[in-house]
């Protein structure tokens, strides 16, 4: 496995945060062609509670709005699985006669690739009382495509299991996070 990773962070006014991403991962596990991957990612904020119309508001203790998006990758297989692997065999003749020999121990899949996860975000955080109060909001679509999975393929091929990209799956919702903070000190 073999990474590269490039990351940026920006803060302008200390209100508006901007951060972008790129990974470049490589694994010796997919087929020739398919080797390397790029994983990009990037995210907003913007920090409301910062601005002039809020400033006079104590109540709020924190607003802030957040955008993103990002892929990540998976090669989550055991090394050489797209390889074609032989393995030693024996073979007994008469009582005393053994004979060694090699066969394919496994299906050799090139066009094997990277499972891939991509991911928008989009959240709101609100602090109230100097923070004794937090709601914490997102709302998510998670789609991961070429999913790796080792498959069973037919008795005629002379393996039991392969490993394919196969299937999509998707994830969404909304989550909610509320926190309080009851009592302090002693």
């Known amino acids: 496995l073999m990474s590269f990773l490039g990351r940026v962070n920006y803060s302008l006014l200390d209100k508006y945060l901007f951060t972008a991403s790129a990974r470049?991962?490589?694994?010796?596990?997919?087929?020739?062609?398919?080797?390397?991957?790029?994983?990009?990612?990037?995210a907003v904020a913007w920090k409301i509670k910062q601005e002039s119309f809020l400033n006079s508001v104590d109540v709020i203790s924190d607003l802030t709005l957040r955008i993103g998006y990002?892929?990540?990758?998976?090669?989550?297989?055991?090394?050489?699985?797209?390889?074609?692997?032989?393995e030693t065999t024996e073979a007994y003749f008469g009582e005393n006669e053994i004979a060694k020999g090699s066969g394919p121990a496994s299906r050799q899949n090139d066009v094997l690739k990277w499972e891939t996860t991509?991911?928008?975000d989009?959240?709101?955080?609100?602090?109230?009382?100097?923070?004794?109060?937090?709601?914490?909001?997102d709302v998510y679509y998670k789609k991961t495509t070429d999913l790796l999975?080792?498959?069973?393929v037919p008795y005629t091929s002379g393996f039991d299991y392969s490993f394919f990209n196969v299937g999509t799956l998707e994830n969404?919702?909304?989550?909610?996070?509320?926190?309080?903070?009851n009592t302090t000190g002693a």
Not at 71 to 76: A, F, K, L, S, T
Not at 149 to 152: T, V, Y
């Open 70 to 86: 990002g892929v990540v990758g998976n090669e989550g297989i055991p090394p050489y699985s797209s390889l074609g692997l032989l």
């Open 24 to 42: 470049i991962d490589g694994s010796s596990k997919f087929g020739v062609g398919n080797q390397y991957g790029l994983f990009p990612s990037l």
């Open 172 to 181: 969404k919702g909304i989550e909610f996070a509320l926190n309080t903070v």
């Open 122 to 137: 989009a959240g709101v955080d609100l602090g109230l009382f100097n923070d004794r109060i937090t709601l914490v909001t």
């Open 149 to 152: 999975l080792n498959a069973p």
């Open 118 to 120: 991509s991911q928008f």
